[in-house]
């Protein structure tokens, strides 16, 4: 089982940053790739983010504003985001595929074996 600790959250004003991060442990060697998703109250989850196999995907939302990246000698996913506003508030967590999700496929949160926590962002107007 792949554990996954999130952590960078907290509040910031409209057009400020935050870099949230991803920590797996157990079994990393498993891992196809690594997708940021966020919740908010009455919502479904939704896709931000994703980055496995050399490629880095992105909601329409958060292209531009958003950035991906991980380092592997620290199994660490990071998540820079940048310009936020008051739409991006929600809890956002990582997940982990381990079955090769394939384009597309990667943005659908079903396609993620294992979850973390979550991280709480709130982006004030």
């Known amino acids: 089982q792949v554990t996954l600790v999130e952590s960078g959250g907290g509040l910031v004003q409209a057009g400020g940053s935050l870099r949230l991060s991803c920590a797996a442990s157990?079994?990393?060697?498993?891992?196809?790739?690594t997708g940021w998703f966020r919740q908010s109250p009455g919502k479904e989850r939704e896709f931000v983010a994703a980055?496995?196999?050399?490629?880095?995907l992105y909601s329409d939302s958060v292209k531009g504003r958003f950035t991906i990246s991980r380092d592997d000698a620290k199994n660490t996913v990071s998540l820079q985001m940048n310009s936020l506003k008051p739409e991006d508030t929600a809890v956002y967590y990582c997940?982990?595929?381990?079955?090769?999700?394939?384009?597309?496929?990667?943005?659908?949160?079903?396609?993620?074996?294992?979850w973390g926590q979550g991280t709480q962002v709130t982006v004030s107007s």
């Open positions: 980055i496995g196999h050399g490629n880095r």
């Open positions: 157990n079994r990393t060697d498993r891992i196809q790739a």
């Open positions: 997940a982990v595929d381990l079955h090769y999700c394939s384009g597309s496929g990667c943005y659908n949160r079903y396609a993620y074996d294992y």
